[in-house]
């Protein structure tokens, strides 16, 4: 007996393609006073539900890998808008999988639902794709799951996206001694001699090699399993080899079909395991890996290298209180701790929670037959899935049935027919894009071409049959169609670009080419084809240019020198036995200069500013969002005071501003007379006579950041792409606002502006115009709503960004630097002038005296600068 699950909202996850879900009865799951109590709550079951439905459409049969990065792509678009839809908690990614792969992922740090009120926290580590391959490649072996996990707040394990070694028994081999720094003849020795206590059998040589040839191994296959699997053979026991399967056979462990899991995988995979084993039952080891040390065969082989992390990696692991051992504080866990699963989970209460996406042999029912994966009903619009849930020590697994898109238009035909309507066209199209949405690509296109039959057709409505055709034909060829060439995925999406109907489906397939060629680029870029990569990214830019594409040009174009930076910056740690020390910084930007200027010959840097971008890449690595964009905004002053000031004016700024002695000034001001302007800040390094001590003080300066920013404590990742995730997530927080959950969070609107802002002044400096201007409006927009939005000092502090943000682009652009100024004027008056002031922010003038004297200095500055640029003009 199935009932509608009335948790689920397609509108607020923002889904027009499935409409409703329907669980059996006896699994509705309810909720009784008050907290989390995620164990009784339907709705997540709906994250790997949803994912697992909307992985249809990338069911693939040529093998194409680009259909992995489309689905994992999806996943994560699809998890923001359900999280966020979520107004019962705060949540917040705890761990997950795609740093180390560079994959679309949740950042760790990601926090979602409701922004402020009394609710409670929760922690989340999704897995993306178990066994991916099998998504695009019918006759893979195993299945393929999408799995997350969930506790309440700092119940799940905090850590990077690493590797670590592992072991993973059940309840037959519990309190064996079985522990990942042993090898594995000890392992397995242990685990047979406790067989044979548990037996009361005689523990001799016979009997242990004789229990070891009946157990079942578990290895990943890799490369750097070589002589784990070597040695498994020879031991006699009976080697059961997976290509992608790091999670799933934990279940085949509880069954007792499994002995042991062995070998490196990711820490994600490990976490969900852990929730498995402490709610069913087990026993399970981990220990994080140095990166190279995890994939190198020879390093893996001896512990001793299991301590070798890079200062990168070391600087990473700090932000998660894992330090080196020896020189842990308070609060701190040395990296060589060996996890076990209840620290892995140690929250009350976890949940597990997956959805079968194609069958595997190791997610059984209690009958022992395999769970089905997704599957569509053509006729009626219905998809099953198999849902796994274990919570309270206990696993079930359920059919979930949503209804789609498919099936309220297949009825309204129907109703149509019966009454002798004739159907309509759009009603055709409505339906062939909603079958193209669940990988029905066939039946699509038949209900577009039966729409552009239709008598008394205009001629819009037939370019939008064609246009809407060809980009079905496009996902259609992604998906069925035996590849020649790479050029050939996209054939039809740019058919689509050429047709030039600029509607949403032209946007589709505009997105489409630049992932198309992204992905092509990712592929060159890792087989270190690196000419090929640039000219795949160039022609991703040119159809959908976005920070995220820049940054990889970048790192391309500066590859070397980043490598040589970081081996220098790596050697002086070693040998500072990697403690940090208060001239560090000071050292980095040296080695950052040097490093720099050495190779500027030999640099091909397509931005305009390529120190600025090495400097943000290498000396600012790491740092926080809101102190980067001081420190940049710092230098940009710097700059163009230096190359538009007389010597006078620059002293004066180089004193109070950067408190530079006399004789650094009189440097500075030497080499500008014989080389007339700076090309750079960087450039300063070739200025005679200036100490790492003075260049420290001109591109360190000490700095005060204010900031309203709640990145700042997410350690997340800025570009554009978190950028569209805040708005999506702003844009939920309004419709909640709507209904009444919860009051709007000023400090969300802020860090909103101070994002699309950092986003704009990078964007300057790679040099694209058109979008610094697009997302400097964007931050003016976003301040602007604050101010009509809110009351008390976040408004005041808003209108002080505003004048803020118009000197900067004044200084940015010379050709509009009288507009800007006179604007930034306008600005920082609305603060100062009382009768203003008073009516746009009420009578808060006596908390706000600070802002009302540092506008008021703007105002003076602006005022004496404007001067001679109006002399002029007159």
């Given at each position: 007996?199935?009932?509608?699950?009335?948790?689920?909202?397609?509108?607020?996850?923002?889904?027009?393609?499935?409409?409703d879900?329907?669980?059996?009865?006896?699994?509705?799951?309810?909720?009784?006073?008050?907290?989390?109590?995620?164990?009784n709550?339907?709705?997540?079951?709906?994250?790997?539900?949803?994912?697992?439905?909307?992985?249809?459409?990338?069911?693939?049969?040529?093998?194409?890998?680009?259909?992995?990065?489309?689905?994992?792509?999806?996943?994560?678009?699809?998890?923001?808008?359900?999280?966020?839809?979520?107004?019962w908690?705060?949540?917040?990614?705890?761990?997950?999988?795609?740093?180390?792969?560079?994959?679309?992922?949740?950042?760790?740090?990601?926090?979602?639902?409701?922004?402020?009120?009394?609710?409670?926290?929760?922690?989340?580590?999704?897995?993306?794709?178990?066994?991916?391959?099998?998504?695009?490649?019918?006759?893979?072996?195993?299945?393929?799951?999408?799995?997350?996990?969930?506790?309440?707040?700092?119940?799940?394990?905090?850590?990077?996206?690493?590797?670590?070694?592992?072991?993973?028994?059940?309840?037959?081999?519990?309190?064996?001694?079985?522990?990942?720094?042993?090898?594995?003849?000890?392992?397995?020795?242990?685990?047979?001699?406790?067989?044979?206590?548990?037996?009361?059998?005689?523990?001799?040589?016979?009997?242990?090699?004789?229990?070891?040839?009946?157990?079942?191994?578990?290895?990943?296959?890799?490369?750097?399993?070589?002589?784990?699997?070597?040695?498994?053979?020879?031991?006699?026991?009976?080697?059961?080899?997976?290509?992608?399967?790091?999670?799933?056979?934990?279940?085949?462990?509880?069954?007792?079909?499994?002995?042991?899991?062995?070998?490196?995988?990711?820490?994600?995979?490990?976490?969900?395991?852990?929730?498995?084993?402490?709610?069913?039952?087990?026993e399970?080891?981990?220990?994080?890996?140095?990166?190279?040390?995890?994939?190198?065969?020879?390093?893996?082989?001896?512990?001793?290298?299991?301590?070798?992390?890079?200062?990168?990696?070391?600087?990473?692991?700090?932000?998660?209180?894992?330090?080196?051992?020896?020189?842990?504080?308070?609060?701190?866990?040395?990296?060589?701790?060996?996890?076990?699963?209840?620290?892995?989970?140690?929250?009350?209460?976890?949940?597990?929670?997956?959805?079968?996406?194609?069958?595997?042999?190791?997610?059984?029912?209690?009958?022992?037959?395999?769970?089905?994966?997704?599957?569509?009903?053509?006729?009626?619009?219905?998809?099953?899935?198999?849902?796994?849930?274990?919570?309270?020590?206990?696993?079930?697994?359920?059919?979930?049935?949503?209804?789609?898109?498919?099936?309220?238009?297949?009825?309204?035909?129907?109703?149509?027919?019966?009454?002798?309507?004739r159907?309509?066209?759009?009603?055709?199209?409505?339906?062939?894009?909603?079958?193209?949405?669940?990988?029905?690509f066939?039946?699509?296109?038949?209900?577009?071409?039966?729409?552009?039959?239709?008598?008394?057709?205009?001629?819009?409505?037939?370019?939008?049959?064609?246009?809407l055709?060809?980009?079905?034909?496009?996902?259609?060829?992604?998906?069925?169609?035996?590849i020649?060439t790479?050029?050939?995925?996209?054939?039809?999406?740019?058919?689509?670009?050429?047709?030039?109907?600029?509607d949403?489906?032209?946007?589709?397939?505009?997105?489409?080419?630049?992932?198309?060629?992204?992905?092509?680029?990712?592929?060159?870029?890792?087989?270190?084809?690196?000419?090929?990569?640039?000219?795949?990214y160039?022609?991703?830019?040119?159809?959908?240019?976005?920070?995220?594409?820049?940054?990889?040009?970048?790192?391309?174009?500066?590859?070397?020198?980043?490598?040589?930076?970081?081996?220098?910056?790596?050697?002086?740690?070693?040998?500072?036995?990697?403690?940090?020390?208060?001239?560090?910084?000071?050292?980095?930007?040296?080695?950052?200069?040097?490093?720099?200027?050495?190779?500027?010959?030999?640099?091909?840097?397509?931005?305009?500013?390529?120190?600025?971008?090495?400097?943000?890449?290498?000396?600012?690595?790491?740092?926080?969002?809101?102190?980067?964009?001081?420190?940049?905004?710092?230098?940009l002053?710097?700059?163009?005071?230096?190359?538009?000031?007389?010597?006078?004016?620059?002293?004066?700024?180089l004193?109070?501003?950067?408190?530079?002695?006399?004789?650094?000034?009189?440097?500075?001001?030497?080499?500008k007379?014989?080389?007339?302007?700076?090309?750079?800040?960087?450039e300063?390094?070739?200025?005679?006579?200036?100490?790492?001590?003075?260049?420290?003080?001109?591109?360190?300066?000490?700095?005060?950041?204010?900031?309203?920013?709640?990145?700042?404590?997410?350690?997340?990742?800025?570009?554009?792409?978190?950028?569209?995730?805040?708005?999506?997530?702003?844009k939920?927080?309004?419709?909640?606002?709507?209904?009444?959950?919860?009051?709007?969070?000023?400090?969300?609107?802020?860090?909103?502006?101070?994002?699309?802002?950092?986003?704009?002044?990078?964007?300057?400096?790679?040099?694209?115009?058109?979008g610094?201007?697009?997302?400097?409006?964007?931050?003016?927009?976003?301040?602007?709503?604050?101010?009509?939005?809110?009351?008390?000092?976040?408004?005041?502090?808003?209108?002080?960004?505003?004048?803020?943000?118009?000197?900067?682009?004044?200084?940015?652009?010379?050709?509009?630097?009288?507009?800007?100024?006179?604007?930034?004027?306008?600005?920082?008056?609305?603060?100062?002038?009382?009768?203003?002031?008073?009516k746009?922010?009420?009578?808060?003038?006596?908390?706000?005296?600070?802002?009302?004297?540092?506008?008021?200095?703007?105002?003076?500055?602006?005022?004496r600068?404007?001067?001679?640029?109006?002399?002029?003009?007159?």
């Amino acid at each position: 007996m199935f009932i509608k699950d009335t948790c689920f909202d397609s509108k607020k996850i923002d889904d027009h393609y499935i409409i409703d879900a329907y669980i059996p009865e006896e699994h509705n799951l309810k909720i009784s006073g008050e907290g989390l109590q995620l164990a009784n709550r339907n709705e997540l079951r709906h994250p790997v539900g949803v994912v697992a439905a909307r992985s249809l459409r990338y069911f693939s049969t040529n093998g194409e890998d680009f259909n992995i990065f489309r689905i994992r792509d999806m996943v994560v678009w699809r998890l923001r808008h359900i999280y966020n839809s979520f107004n019962w908690w705060n949540a917040y990614v705890v761990n997950a999988e795609g740093e180390r792969k560079y994959m679309p992922m949740l950042y760790i740090g990601e926090k979602f639902g409701t922004v402020t009120g009394n609710v409670d926290e929760a922690d989340i580590v999704p897995s993306a794709f178990e066994n991916d391959r099998c998504i695009v490649k019918e006759g893979c072996m195993g299945g393929a799951i999408f799995a997350i996990g969930y506790s309440e707040r700092g119940g799940l394990f905090n850590s990077p996206d690493m590797y670590g070694a592992k072991t993973i028994v059940g309840d037959k081999h519990k309190g064996a001694g079985v522990c990942v720094i042993h090898g594995i003849t000890k392992n397995l020795r242990l685990m047979a001699e406790h067989t044979l206590k548990a037996k009361g059998s005689e523990i001799s040589p016979q009997n242990i090699h004789k229990e070891i040839k009946e157990m079942k191994i578990v290895i990943l296959d890799r490369p750097r399993h070589e002589k784990l699997i070597k040695t498994v053979k020879e031991l006699g026991a009976q080697l059961i080899l997976v290509k992608d399967d790091d999670l799933t056979p934990t279940l085949a462990t509880i069954r007792n079909e499994v002995d042991l899991i062995t070998g490196v995988g990711g820490i994600p995979e490990a976490i969900l395991s852990a929730i498995i084993v402490e709610e069913l039952g087990g026993e399970m080891s981990l220990r994080i890996l140095p990166a190279d040390v995890a994939q190198n065969e020879k390093l893996l082989g001896k512990l001793n290298n299991w301590e070798l992390f890079k200062k990168n990696e070391i600087d990473i692991l700090k932000n998660f209180k894992i330090v080196k051992p020896g020189s842990e504080k308070k609060g701190e866990i040395p990296w060589n701790t060996i996890w076990t699963s209840d620290a892995l989970s140690c929250g009350k209460a976890p949940v597990f929670t997956a959805g079968i996406i194609k069958k595997t042999p190791w997610i059984k029912f209690s009958d022992g037959k395999e769970v089905p994966g997704v599957k569509l009903d053509p006729e009626t619009g219905k998809v099953t899935v198999y849902v796994v849930r274990i919570a309270n020590n206990n696993l079930e697994i359920i059919p979930v049935i949503y209804t789609t898109a498919i099936s309220e238009c297949i009825k309204r035909c129907n109703e149509m027919e019966e009454s002798r309507e004739r159907i309509d066209g759009n009603l055709l199209i409505q339906l062939g894009e909603s079958y193209a949405e669940f990988g029905m690509f066939q039946k699509a296109k038949e209900c577009i071409q039966k729409a552009r039959i239709f008598k008394n057709s205009n001629k819009d409505f037939i370019q939008q049959c064609d246009s809407l055709y060809e980009y079905i034909e496009g996902l259609d060829d992604l998906t069925n169609k035996p590849i020649q060439t790479p050029e050939a995925l996209i054939e039809h999406f740019k058919k689509v670009c050429h047709l030039g109907r600029k509607d949403d489906i032209w946007l589709k397939s505009k997105i489409m080419i630049k992932r198309f060629f992204e992905y092509i680029g990712d592929k060159y870029y890792h087989d270190r084809q690196y000419d090929a990569a640039l000219e795949c990214y160039s022609k991703a830019l040119h159809y959908s240019p976005q920070l995220n594409l820049y940054r990889k040009v970048n790192s391309i174009q500066m590859k070397d020198i980043l490598e040589e930076y970081f081996n220098l910056t790596d050697k002086i740690y070693r040998e500072n036995h990697y403690k940090e020390s208060g001239d560090l910084e000071k050292y980095k930007l040296g080695i950052a200069l040097k490093v720099f200027y050495q190779n500027e010959g030999h640099l091909k840097s397509s931005c305009r500013q390529p120190w600025l971008i090495f400097f943000r890449r290498t000396v600012l690595h790491g740092k926080r969002p809101s102190y980067k964009l001081v420190i940049l905004i710092r230098l940009l002053r710097l700059y163009k005071k230096l190359n538009t000031a007389g010597d006078d004016e620059i002293s004066f700024f180089l004193k109070k501003e950067f408190k530079m002695t006399g004789d650094e000034i009189d440097h500075i001001l030497r080499y500008k007379g014989e080389h007339k302007r700076f090309h750079s800040v960087g450039e300063l390094y070739r200025v005679n006579g200036l100490s790492l001590e003075g260049l420290s003080k001109l591109l360190l300066p000490q700095v005060t950041v204010e900031s309203q920013n709640e990145l700042e404590d997410a350690d997340i990742p800025l570009s554009i792409s978190l950028v569209e995730v805040m708005e999506k997530r702003y844009k939920n927080m309004l419709e909640e606002l709507k209904e009444g959950h919860r009051k709007e969070a000023q400090e969300h609107s802020y860090a909103m502006a101070e994002a699309y802002h950092y986003v704009g002044l990078a964007l300057y400096d790679v040099g694209d115009d058109e979008g610094v201007k697009i997302y400097y409006e964007k931050a003016l927009v976003k301040f602007q709503e604050i101010i009509e939005k809110f009351e008390g000092i976040t408004p005041v502090h808003a209108q002080y960004r505003i004048g803020n943000l118009y000197e900067e682009l004044a200084l940015l652009y010379d050709k509009d630097l009288e507009d800007y100024n006179k604007k930034a004027i306008d600005a920082y008056t609305r603060i100062i002038d009382e009768q203003q002031s008073s009516k746009l922010f009420g009578s808060i003038r006596e908390l706000v005296s600070v802002r009302i004297k540092q506008a008021s200095e703007r105002v003076e500055c602006l005022k004496r600068k404007l001067i001679p640029v109006m002399c002029n003009a007159s």
